[in-house]
């Protein structure tokens, strides 16, 4: 008998292949991306040091103030570029993108264009 493995496990799966290949250093921070039914999450992390540098998210109380009804998608590209002007703020601009496990699609999708707007580069 065939089971089917879950969405959520298959994406866990994918994700674990994916972090053979990135890694966040110093230099240059990986910016990983959560999503959830509701919200959508990003967060800077130096690997080397395994520490979150920064985080933002749609349930942040400045963005939660903008987001307000709002898209998914538009919720998303918002958080992106929050993302970046905070990340530039604090000198960091060359960065890594780890979608996750996710497609690069959709809100996802979104919330990289979103940085890239917000001027990091990756």
């Known amino acids: 008998m065939i ?5 959520n496990l298959c994406r866990k799966l994918r994700h674990r292949g994916i972090r053979k290949n990135i890694q966040g250093s110093e230099s240059r921070l990986r910016l990983n991306v959560f999503r959830s039914l509701t919200h959508i999450y990003a967060q800077l ?3 080397q040091k395994q520490e979150t540098v920064l985080a933002v998210s749609t349930l942040t ?3 939660r103030k903008k987001v ?3 898209s998914k998608v538009e ?3 918002v958080v992106g570029r929050l993302i970046a002007q905070k990340s530039l703020e604090k000198g960091i601009n060359q960065i ?3 979608r996750g496990g996710y497609l690069y699609h ?8 979103g940085a890239r707007e917000g001027g990091l580069k990756f």
């Open 68 to 70: 307000d009804g709002m």
């Open 106 to 113: 959709g809100r996802v999708q979104a919330l990289a264009e």
């Open 75 to 77: 919720k998303a590209k």
């Open 45 to 47: 992390i130096n690997d």
């Open 96 to 98: 890594v993108f780890d």
């Open 3 to 7: 089971k089917k493995k879950s969405r």
């Open 61 to 63: 109380p400045e963005v």
